[in-house]
């Protein structure tokens, strides 16, 4: 069901110092930036292999990464798996009794479908399931 790690989230508290740390360190170049309004966030995605590094921020305070970082601080938030079928997935673990904070798949950034399961039932890991 799961086909490949899509990305590695990191809440953020300034997306730009952030982009510039990787990038001096690690020489790595942003190839994707976008504001996520539904969740009230900014990403900046840094290609590794066929995956990804998302650093997050919040774009407003009511935002899930504006709780976290003010909860926990910076650091990891969630790992997004690849999946064929977002759908089928999610369903499968609904139906297997487990908690998840959507429903029914929504867009994502890129252009993908998404949804997210909820760390209680996933050993404290917030999962995001991603279909390209």
Do not use: N
Request: glycine content about 6%; charged content about 30%.
């Amino acid at each position: 069901m799961l086909t490949e790690i899509d990305h590695v989230a990191i809440a953020v508290s300034d997306l730009d110092a952030a982009v510039a740390w990787y990038a001096d360190t690690f020489d790595t170049e942003v190839e994707h930036r976008e504001v996520v309004e539904s969740d009230g966030v900014e990403e900046a995605l840094l290609r590794v292999a066929d995956s990804y590094v998302q650093l997050l921020t919040p774009t407003r305070d009511d935002s899930p990464v504006a709780k976290y970082l003010e909860r926990r601080g910076e650091g990891l938030h969630h790992i997004g798996y690849r999946v064929d079928s977002c759908a089928e997935a999610l369903e499968r673990v609904k139906a297997q009794g487990h908690r998840v904070i959507d429903d029914a798949p929504r867009p994502g950034s890129r252009g993908t479908t998404v949804a997210f399961v909820h760390p209680k039932t996933a050993f404290g890991t917030l999962i995001e399931l991603v279909e390209e």
